[in-house]
Every structure is written in structure tokens, then in C-alpha cells.
């Protein structure tokens, strides 16, 4: 069983930063993706970012350029730094392990204003 719990969402204006924390109960070590998903209201819930344990990075077109994910297996987290925040990128952030079973932290909510 594997608990995942975000941290760093809140409000911030259109082209600011917000910095999101993933901390797993387990070890990541042995997830071999982690991600970032999001979803606002009314919307499909829609792939951000995943990272392999290999350190390969995938990203959604919206966000290229933008976001950067990271992982620390020594510390059992996932990151995820968001630069150059727009309106549209509000939405309740996820993040998502894979070791063959599927976990899923509860989100942190992302605002950015106009």
C-alpha cells in the first residue's frame, strides 16, 4: 500500500511559480513512473508531466518549456516546478505512481490569476 500526499499548491498571479511536492510512504525507487496529472471543473482529468526511473521526462504540449518535473528517491519525492503560470494552467493537481498497481495522492489546488 502506498500513500502519496501533495503539497505547494495556493493562489498566485498569471507568470508567477509555485513549486509542488509529491512525498510517497514508500519508496519511489522502485516506481518506475511517477507523474503529475490535473483537472479543472467540468474537464477530462489530463496528463502534466511523468518521469521514468530511468529520469526520462514526458510532457503535455501545454506545459513545455514551462514545467519541469523532478525526482528524489533518496527523499521518496516527486517535484514539480511550474514557471510562467497562466489562467489556464488552474486546476487540482494529482500525482501518480506506477509499479504495476496505479496510486493516487487526493490533489492540491492550483489558482493563477488574471
Known amino acids: 500500500q502506498v500513500q502519496l500526499v501533495e503539497s505547494g499548491g495556493g493562489l498566485v498571479q498569471a507568470g508567477g511559480s509555485l513549486n509542488l511536492s509529491c512525498a510517497a510512504s514508500?519508496?519511489?525507487?522502485?516506481?518506475?513512473?511517477m507523474g503529475w496529472y490535473r483537472q479543472a471543473p467540468g474537464q477530462q482529468r489530463e496528463l502534466v508531466a511523468t518521469?521514468?526511473?530511468?529520469?526520462?521526462?514526458n510532457y503535455a504540449d501545454s506545459v513545455k518549456g514551462r514545467f519541469t518535473i523532478a525526482r528524489d528517491n533518496a527523499k521518496n519525492t516527486v517535484y514539480l516546478q511550474m514557471n510562467s503560470l497562466k489562467p489556464e494552467d488552474t486546476a487540482v493537481y494529482y500525482c501518480?505512481?506506477?509499479?504495476?498497481?496505479?496510486?493516487w495522492g487526493a490533489g492540491t489546488l492550483v489558482t493563477v490569476s488574471s
Open positions: 501518480r505512481a506506477d509499479r504495476g498497481l496505479i496510486y
Open positions: 518521469i521514468t526511473s530511468g529520469r526520462t521526462t
Open positions: 514508500g519508496t519511489i525507487y522502485s516506481m518506475r513512473v
